[in-house]
C-alpha cells in the first residue's frame, strides 16, 4: 500500500499569509494526487486534482505542485473561509489512500 | 445538480450487519465509477470500497471479506453490505462519485455505531 505523510498536522496563521502543506508518498505515484478541503460537520470538497488542475469553482489563491513522490498545496493569501483541515490523496492505485490532514487554524 | 445522499447508517451490536444506501442525482449513475469512504469522528478518512461502472470491485484490507459493495444502476443507486461489524468500524460513511480515482462530490454522509 502506498502511505501518505501529509504534514505539518497543524499550522497556525493569519488572513492573508500564505499557507503551504506538504504531503510525500512513499513510493512514486506520478502526478497521481488530489487535495481536499473539509470544515467541520461536512464532507471533504475536491480543490486539486492530478497534483495541479484546480477543481471547478475553486479560487484560484489555491495552487498545487509537485511530481512523483512529493507533493505541494499552497494557499496564497489565506482567506477566513480557508480556516479547515486539509487532506491529500494518492490516487495511483488501490487502495486509495489519505494523508493524515492538515489543521490550519487562526493565529 | 449533482447530488448523493447516504441512508442506512444507525446503531448496530458488534457482530451485526447494516446495508448502507446512496442515491445519485444530476449525473449518468451507470457511467461513473462510485466509491464509500469513511471517517472516525475527530480522525483522517479512511478509502472504504469502490465499484466501476463495468461491476468490478474494490475494497481496502480492513473490510475485505466482511462488506460487500453494489449498485442497481436502474434506481441509480449505491450500496454497502456491512456484516461482522466491529467497534472499528464506527465512522461517517461517505459515498463519493469517481473523478478519476479522487472523488468529486461526496454526500452528507450517515454514521454507524457499532456498539452494544
Known amino acids: 500500500d502506498i502511505q501518505m505523510t501529509q504534514s505539518p498536522s497543524s499550522v497556525s496563521a493569519s488572513a492573508g499569509d500564505r499557507v503551504t502543506i506538504t504531503c510525500r508518498a512513499s513510493?512514486?505515484?506520478?502526478?497521481?494526487i488530489a487535495w481536499y478541503q473539509q470544515k467541520p460537520g461536512k464532507a471533504p470538497k475536491l480543490l486539486i486534482y492530478?497534483?495541479?488542475s484546480l477543481q471547478s469553482g475553486v479560487p484560484s489563491r489555491f495552487s498545487g505542485s509537485g511530481f512523483g513522490t512529493d507533493f505541494t498545496l499552497t494557499i496564497s493569501s489565506l482567506q477566513p473561509e480557508d480556516f479547515a483541515t486539509y487532506y491529500c490523496?494518492?490516487?495511483?492505485?488501490?487502495?486509495?489512500?489519505f494523508g493524515g490532514g492538515t489543521k490550519v487554524e487562526s493565529k | 445538480e449533482v447530488q448523493l445522499v447516504e441512508s442506512g447508517g444507525g446503531l448496530v451490536q458488534p457482530g451485526g450487519s447494516l446495508r448502507l444506501s446512496c442515491a445519485a442525482s444530476?449525473?449518468?449513475?451507470?457511467?461513473?465509477?462510485m466509491h464509500w469512504v469513511r471517517q472516525v469522528t475527530g480522525k483522517g478518512l479512511e478509502w472504504v470500497s469502490g465499484?466501476?461502472?463495468?461491476?468490478?470491485?474494490y475494497y481496502a484490507d480492513s473490510v475485505k471479506g466482511r462488506f460487500t459493495i453494489s449498485r442497481e444502476n436502474a434506481k441509480n443507486s449505491l450500496y454497502l453490505q456491512m456484516s461482522s461489524l466491529r467497534a472499528g468500524d464506527t465512522a461517517v460513511y461517505y459515498c463519493?462519485?469517481?473523478?478519476?480515482?479522487?472523488?468529486?462530490?461526496w454526500g452528507q454522509g450517515t454514521l454507524v455505531t457499532v456498539s452494544s
Open positions: 463519493a462519485r469517481s473523478w478519476g480515482k479522487e472523488f468529486d462530490p
Open positions: 490523496q494518492q490516487a495511483n492505485s488501490f487502495p486509495l489512500t
Open positions: 465499484i466501476g461502472a463495468a461491476g468490478d470491485t
Open positions: 444530476g449525473f449518468i449513475f451507470s457511467r461513473n465509477d
Open positions: 513510493q512514486h505515484i506520478s502526478s497521481w
Open positions: 492530478a497534483a495541479s
